[in-house]
């Protein structure tokens, strides 16, 4: 299958995304946002898209203009209903991508902690998520879009997971990443832990004590949507 992946930094990959796609014989193909062209018709006709995270807000338009083509061809992707998967900034970019606001959280929420399910949440693939934790590394929030359906919430970003039909999956936090690729995203965004006051030993000492179970039900999770949507 056709299986794409939009990455904005390099030490935000795919992680259990593309180890669960590998285990079905497909291979996940990156397309390096703002440092490669991006050709919407491959976009758009993917057989799978998931659109990773990245340190940028979808609102920066002006000083990421690769955005805008970004934010036409995921509009243009969604119309088409194949299956999509946002992470982070991916379900931010999906949510602006329908009209819907993206602005600054009241504060950024970084570190392992659980969610909240919404009923419909432990009705769906998110399930396996009641009571763990998961990793947040973010500083926006989003509203829903037309159409979709709150799945799950935390005190702080009330949007961290929705679906849009079958189709289409946007989680605001992170169960792709194991705790072995932690230390890349440690040492990316060290200017920002610096600025919220959080020790990267912090993050370590969560992640040995979470990590396990993050990634043992973040892959029955992973594994879960994509047997409903690659079919």
Known sequence: MNCVALRHVAFEHA??????LAA????LRYVEVGSEPLHAEAIVGADLLVVLGGPIGVYETEDYP???????????RLATKRPTLGICLGAQ??????????????AKEIGYAPLTLTDAGMRSVLASLAGV?????HGDNLDLPA?????????????????IGSHTLGLQ??????PSALEAWLIGHTAELGKVGIKPGTLRAQAARSGAATVEAGRRVID????????
């Open 15 to 20: 992680g259990l995304v593309a180890d669960s």
């Open 24 to 27: 079905r014989g497909h291979t």
């Open 66 to 76: 690769f955005l805008v083509p970004e934010l036409d061809a995921i509009r243009a």
């Open 93 to 106: 970019l999906i949510a602006a991508a329908l009209g819907a606001r993206v602005a600054p959280a009241p």
């Open 133 to 137: 934790d998961v990793l947040h590394w």
């Open 147 to 163: 159409g979709a359906e709150r799945l799950a919430s935390t005190a702080v970003c009330p949007n961290q997971g929705f679906s």
């Open 173 to 178: 936090f992170h169960i792709e990443t194991p």
């Open 224 to 231: 879960a949507w994509l047997d409903s949507v690659l079919r």
